[in-house]
């Protein structure tokens, strides 16, 4: 601390003075240096900053102005929304199997309705955002939806359930007396018989060339709904056994991939629907018959 002494001398009022002006100008250097060297206008108040240019607001699609943007915002472009999703991946029901039908009358899915939302859908979904100007995102939002219902009518039951992707093929000999499961590797599909009558029929996929189905005459030894494969750690639903682990039930990715994959050795199902009413109606001691 700077300590001023009192002088008796006569030229002690221009020594304090002067002592005065040395301790203020200390001050304020010290406060300048701890304060962080903040730049003052002369007077004494802070300068004022500069308000920012002002600049047009950009257009919309319609040419309407957008509103003008707060200083402290930007104005980022969002692209136009498509609404919220009502179907995507993985999604199931009776409203996935209307949408795969609309995009089938239209050309943009080749294969009967599943009711699964997976791979082959996507695809289709993307491609027909893509002819519609949206954005190939591959999600059915609202405004893909409505676009599709516009251009499309609503499905028959027919349309929403057909029997089989293709033409059931001819049932064998062995198929014609009992109950069976008649089960035609020429044509991949499934036809659940009584005493000679088709009662329903399903596409089915088999097992690869390394893991092939089993042919012959079985017979169902044992049913198990919410199965789950010890091997291979896959969920199995609605397993009908025949021949070992070999077994007739729903594949989730079937259903999603179509023919591009293969079971290990077992009957895939891709129609939840069917296989789980087929489930319900076939009795352990039932037939089945695999064959060319």
């Not at 499961?181 to 036809?191: A, D, E, M, Q």
């Not at 056994?241 to 007739?248: I, Y």
């Not at 591009?260 to 296989?275: L, M, T």
């Amino acid at each position: 601390m700077m300590r001023i002494h009192r002088t008796r001398h006569g030229g002690g009022t221009a020594h304090r003075a002067g002592a005065t002006a040395v301790t203020t100008v200390a001050v304020l250097t010290l406060a300048a240096t701890t304060a962080g060297c903040q730049a003052h206008a002369s007077g004494g108040s802070a300068a004022k900053p500069s308000p920012p240019p002002k600049t047009s607001a950009p257009a919309t699609d319609d040419a309407k102005p957008a509103a003008t943007p707060s200083p402290s915002v930007s104005a980022a472009p969002k692209p136009a929304p498509q609404g919220r999703t009502l179907m995507a991946t993985g999604s199931e029901g009776k409203q996935v199997r209307e949408l795969q039908a609309r995009l089938r009358q239209i050309g943009h899915f080749d294969r009967s309705p599943t009711g699964y939302y997976g791979t082959l859908t996507v695809a289709a979904v993307q491609s027909f955002q893509g002819k519609r100007g949206l954005s190939r995102t591959g999600r059915t939002d609202t405004l893909t939806w409505q676009k599709l219902v516009a251009m499309t009518r609503k499905p028959t039951a027919a349309e929403l359930n057909p029997p089989t992707s293709r033409p059931a093929a001819r049932p064998d000999r062995r198929c014609m007396t009992g109950r069976v499961l008649c089960i035609s590797k020429n044509s991949r599909t499934l036809s659940w018989m009584i005493d000679g009558r088709v009662v329903s029929s399903m596409d089915v996929r088999f097992g690869s060339q390394y893991t092939p189905t089993r042919e012959g005459t079985f017979s169902i030894y044992w049913k198990s709904r919410h199965h789950v494969s010890t091997i291979y750690h896959t969920a199995m639903p609605y397993a009908m056994f025949f021949s070992g682990g070999q077994a007739v039930h729903y594949s989730a990715d079937f259903a999603a991939r179509g023919y591009i994959g293969a079971s290990h050795g077992c009957v895939n199902v891709r129609d939840e629907g069917k296989i789980a009413a087929l489930f319900d109606q076939v009795r352990n001691g039932d037939k089945v018959v695999i064959y060319w």
